[in-house]
């Protein structure tokens, strides 16, 4: 299912305009593409949706999601949705390399959600997590957990996987509690969510 597609890269970094406006892939997300033989994984690390037009900013209309779809039909034509995505590295041939791939990202490739076993490809050690904490203006309070969290759903479950990602987690942060706590706090939240189900 294609939710978005590439109309901008800048190196490690690619930005999407969603397909549909009620679903844009959300941060932490894993997203993938294709790029010849390559299935290129990336994350959302952010998402924006506002007006088309240049400078416009769209108003309140105090409706409720049905009268507004009654009354402006049209709302999906003037406003639009966009996610940017870090490029996290690719499968080839069942192999998943943790790097960026060794040819230009096309423009408008079609993006889609990556499957469990994509995933768990990418997610296999902690390079994922430093692609997305060197990376500038990303909320890694935010992002990470969430990243963190579909890995761990991904793997069925797995706490000892999270155990191993927080110890790398930690290296990468530099031993900081004060960029780790928050992270945490997160995920545990996260977890306990589907513990209650």
């Given at each position: ?50 007006s ?14 049905e ?20 490029v ?15 040819r ?5 490739s079609?993006v ?7 995933i ?53 942060l ?7 706590e928050?992270?945490i ?13």
């Amino acid at each position: 299912m294609v939710v978005g597609e590439i109309i901008d890269v800048s190196f490690t970094q690619l930005t999407c305009e969603a397909k549909d406006l009620n679903n844009v892939p959300t941060p932490g997300k894993f997203i993938k593409f294709h790029l010849d033989d390559y299935t290129v994984i990336g994350c959302v690390i952010r998402y924006d949706i506002g007006s088309i037009s240049e400078g416009g900013y769209p108003r309140a209309l105090w409706k409720s999601p049905e009268e507004i779809k009654s009354q402006y039909p049209q709302i999906d034509q003037i406003l639009k949705a966009y996610f940017k995505c870090v490029v996290l590295g690719y499968i080839v041939e069942d192999k998943y390399v943790g790097c960026l791939p060794d040819r230009s990202i096309r423009l408008h490739s079609l993006v889609e959600p990556a499957n469990e076993r994509e995933i768990l490809l990418a997610t296999q050690n902690g390079l994922f997590l430093n692609s997305v904490l060197k990376t500038k203006d990303v909320d890694i309070a935010e992002v990470v957990p969430w990243m963190l969290f579909f890995a761990y759903i991904a793997r069925g479950k797995d706490y000892h996987y999270l155990e191993q990602m927080g110890k790398a987690l930690n290296a990468y942060l530099k031993y900081d509690l004060n960029l780790l706590e928050p992270i945490i706090e997160r995920l545990e939240n996260l977890i306990m969510t589907v513990q209650e189900r």
